[in-house]
């Protein structure tokens, strides 16, 4: 079992430029999410995707974030343009939904990114 | 405003000791609680969880805590070990998929 997968494990970029993470969750599970861990917000929720759909969004922090989800098997994040304060660890979870969110949601092992 | 606060950004015991992290909530939503462990350079993973209609969930040396009334839980591990040490957070989710975090509680056991 491969868990979830992400690419890269380390990003440093400079302000402006284009960034996409990428995340690959585990085999069969029909729900994904994307956080993001800083020292002072903790672990926080971006968005969310149930059966390759958005269901919500709301935590993403601005329009210069954006997520999609062509399909089961992969999801990427995309920042543009990005900013210093983008800089964080960036983690995808999965998990297989069955009776709401008790299932218990898989992690992978992060990005993290710089912005210079 | 944080719904879940984890007010101990540290903790050290000894080995073979007890080690007791607290968890705090606001949202008397939240229906269930779950604990995470996350080891350096590496995602969370899951510990142990609780439903709000239980006071107590036991899975060997990891023991959760609820009290409803206070909103608050805590975690017990005994015996400590080193391997334990690492960065605990505490979630809480309600009705929806949406799970809440605490900022964590970074475990060290001294050998």
């Known amino acids: 079992d491969a868990g979830v997968i992400q690419s890269p494990r380390h990003e440093v970029t400079e302000m402006g430029q284009e960034v996409t993470l990428r995340c690959k969750p585990i085999s069969g599970h029909n729900s994904l999410f994307w956080y993001r861990q800083t020292m002072m917000r903790g672990l926080e929720l971006l968005i969310y995707f149930n059966n390759n759909v958005p269901i919500d969004d709301s935590g993403m922090p601005e329009d210069r974030f954006s997520a999609k989800m062509p399909n089961a098997s992969f999801s990427t994040l995309k920042i543009q343009p990005s900013e210093p304060r983008d800089s964080a660890v960036y983690f995808c979870?999965?998990?297989?939904?069955?009776?709401?969110?008790?299932?218990?949601?898989?992690f992978g092992p992060g990005t993290r990114l710089t912005v210079l | 405003d944080q719904q879940v606060k984890q007010n101990s950004p540290s903790l050290s015991v000894q080995e073979g000791r007890i080690s007791i992290l607290n968890c705090d909530y606001t949202?008397?939503?939240?229906?269930?609680f779950l604990w995470y462990k996350k080891y350096p350079a590496e995602g969370p993973t899951f510990l142990i969880s609780?439903?709000?209609?239980?006071d107590k969930n036991e899975d060997g040396r990891f023991t959760v805590f609820l009290n409803k009334s206070a909103k608050h839980l805590s975690l017990h591990i005994v015996p400590s070990q080193p391997g334990d040490s690492a960065v605990y957070f505490c979630?809480?989710?309600?009705?929806?998929?949406?799970?809440?975090f605490g900022k964590g509680t970074l475990l060290t056991v001294n050998p």
């Open positions: 979870a999965s998990r297989h939904t069955t009776s709401g969110f008790t299932d218990t949601q898989y």
């Open positions: 979630a809480a989710g309600g009705s929806n998929y949406k799970l809440t």
């Open positions: 949202n008397s939503m939240f229906d269930y």
């Open positions: 609780i439903s709000s209609i239980k």
